[in-house]
T-cell receptor, first 113, second 111 residues
């Protein structure tokens, strides 16, 4: 365990559903990240939060909506997803934004049907 | 646009073999390069390299960076089945910027 916990571990949802992914860290880190890992593709950074403020959004479609209510929690709200959004979604945290050593959660394996 | 190329993409060896994984990169204003090991899901941190020519070691794993030729290698000696994983290389640009991940090398160590 890295100290970063993601729930659920697996999620199957229809294209009209709304669901949320949750990430929690109690490492005292100030930066949190969402990454997407599709089959046979590199990890892609989606969002960066630093001190609960979104500081980076890498052209992610609006059907993905992040929320960071405090420095320990990060959510990814999903609605009207497409089958190509099926992937492993990884949350990570680091002491500060820009500190390279990030700790990753176990990820949520999302399947959109 | 930042680029990271890892090779080989997959590698199958027997226990006890030594392997060398390669990572070449093109990153604007390079700052550091990280190696991660990904088993099943969560990548775990292995090394962070910032200086050329200085080898970092952790047990049977070692890594070195060449900032002139823009590459890094990760060596694993006396491989074990527990080394089977995807090894990810991630160079980082200026402070505050993201890590750019390579596609990874899938290493399989057979008994």
């Amino acid at each position: 365990e890295t100290g970063v916990t993601q729930t659920p571990r697996h999620l199957v949802m229809g294209m009209t559903n709304k669901k949320s992914l949750k990430c929690e860290q109690h490492l005292g880190h100030n930066a949190m990240y969402w990454y997407k890992q599709s089959a046979k593709k590199p990890l892609e950074l989606m969002f960066v939060y630093s001190l609960e403020e979104r500081v980076e959004n890498n052209s992610v479609p609006s059907r993905f909506s992040p929320e960071c209510p405090n420095s320990s929690h990060l959510f990814l709200h999903l609605h009207t997803l497409q089958p190509e959004d099926s992937a492993l979604y990884l949350c990570a945290s680091s002491q500060q934004q820009g500190i390279a050593e990030a700790f990753f959660g176990q990820g949520t394996r999302l399947t959109v049907v | 646009e930042d680029k990271v190329v890892q090779s080989p993409l997959s590698l199958v060896v027997h226990e006890g073999d030594t392997v060398t994984l390669n990572c070449s990169y093109e990153v604007t204003n390079f700052r550091s390069l990280l190696w991660y090991k990904q088993e099943k899901k969560a990548p775990t941190f292995l090394f962070m390299l910032t200086s050329s020519g200085i080898e970092k070691k952790s047990g049977r794993l070692s890594s070195i960076l060449d900032k002139k030729e823009l590459f890094s290698i990760l060596n694993i000696t006396a491989t074990q089945t527990g080394d089977s994983a995807v090894y990810l290389c991630a160079p980082q640009g200026p402070s505050g910027s993201r890590l750019t991940f390579g596609e990874g090398t899938q290493l399989t160590v057979n008994p």
